[in-house]
């Protein structure tokens, strides 16, 4: 079983529309929990970390479900500029700082 | 806004040869690290530095790498004999204090021939 799993999409959005993303995780141990968004060619960018209480910024909020071992990202009111893959990111107890990455969810936003 | 920049941004080498990426984190940042993504595919852990040792490397990270901070600034991925398996991207990142929030550089992009 993956590590981080994640749904690859990708997932066609006209422009306003609200889309969510879902992130499982095998490992219970697990600490600290982040939602990064990398573009083509780019490097992984940190969007938001994840906390038990959910969390917002803007027009992304996460959440985070210790007991299912699963993490969303919701995006409201998509812009053309949202338009990325995003990455689900684990931090194990234990494993140092190590980063664990899903394999990303792709998202086009469209006119 | 202090950002973690790498050299070069590709670099094409035969195989066998030897490679260093380069890179420079945040300054005032601890901990720094290097990840890989092969084309099409996640980005992978390779190794942690700390305190001017190793403190965690992956199954990836053999003897073929090295890491080193050879003064205040520049943190370095050493390949010594390339592989084709080794073309990917490599990202540098680093951290401070707590370890947990990573920021990554534009990466290198390793083409082996």
């Known amino acids: 079983r993956k590590e981080v799993e994640q749904d690859p999409g990708p997932f066609n959005v006209p422009e306003g529309a609200t889309v969510a993303f879902n992130c499982t995780y095998s490992n219970s141990a697990s600490q600290s929990f982040f939602w990064y968004r990398q573009d083509c060619r780019k490097e992984p960018k940190l969007l938001m970390s994840?906390?038990?209480s959910g969390n917002e910024d803007g027009r992304f909020t996460a959440q985070l479900n210790r007991a299912s071992q699963y993490i969303s990202l919701l995006i409201r009111d998509s812009k053309l500029s949202d338009s990325a893959t995003y990455l689900c990111?684990?931090?194990?107890?234990?494993?140092?700082?190590?980063?664990?990455f899903g394999t990303g969810t792709q998202l086009k936003v469209e006119l | 806004e202090p950002e973690v920049t790498q050299t070069p941004s590709h670099q094409v080498t035969q195989m066998g040869q030897e490679v260093i990426l380069r890179c420079v984190p945040i300054s005032n940042h601890l901990y720094f690290y290097w990840y890989r993504q092969i084309l099409g595919q996640k980005v992978e852990f390779l190794v942690s530095f700390y305190n001017n040792e190793i403190s965690e490397k992956s199954e990836i990270f053999d003897d073929q790498f090295s890491v080193e901070r050879p003064d205040g600034s520049n943190f370095t991925l050493k390949i010594r004999s390339t592989k084709l398996e080794d073309s990917a991207m490599y990202f540098c990142a680093s951290s401070g204090e707590g370890g947990n929030t990573q920021y990554f550089g534009p990466g290198t992009r390793l083409t082996v021939l």
């Open positions: 994840v906390y038990s």
């Open positions: 990111v684990v931090i194990y107890t234990g494993g140092g700082n190590k980063l664990t």
